[in-house]
C-alpha cells in the first residue's frame, strides 16, 4: 500500500518560511521522482518543484525562495519555503511519479495560508 504523508503546512505571515515533509511508504522511493504542487483556491494545481536523482526543476514564481530536498534512505522529501507571499497560500500535493513502473501517487495535501 503506497502512502504519501505531508505535514508542515499552517499559517504563517508574509516573509515567513516553513518547511513542508511529504514520507513515502510502500514505494521504492530512490527510483521516483518526487514533486510539490499546489492548488489555490479556484485554480489548476501547478508544479511547484521536482527532483529527480540530483537534478532539480522550480517554477519560475518560487526560484530563489523554495528549495526542495530529498533524503532517500529516510524515504523522505521536503519543500523549503522562505520568503512566503500571501500568492503562495494554496494546499501544497507530494507527488511520486515513475515512468518505468508506469506509477504516479499523490498525497492528501497540506494547507499552506500566508496572510498577516
Known sequence: QVQLVESGGGLVQPGGSLRLSCAASGIMFSIYTMGWYRQAQ?????????????????????????????????????????????????????????????????GQGTQVTVSS
Open 42 to 106: 479556484g485554480k489548476q494545481r501547478e508544479l511547484v518543484a521536482i527532483i529527480s536523482g540530483g537534478r532539480t526543476n522550480y517554477a519560475d514564481s518560487v526560484k530563489g525562495r523554495f528549495t526542495i530536498s530529498r533524503d532517500n534512505p529516510e524515504n523522505t522529501v521536503y519543500l523549503q519555503m522562505n520568503s512566503l507571499k500571501p500568492e503562495d497560500t494554496a494546499v501544497y500535493y507530494c507527488n511520486a511519479y515513475s515512468s518505468s513502473r508506469n506509477s504516479n501517487y499523490w
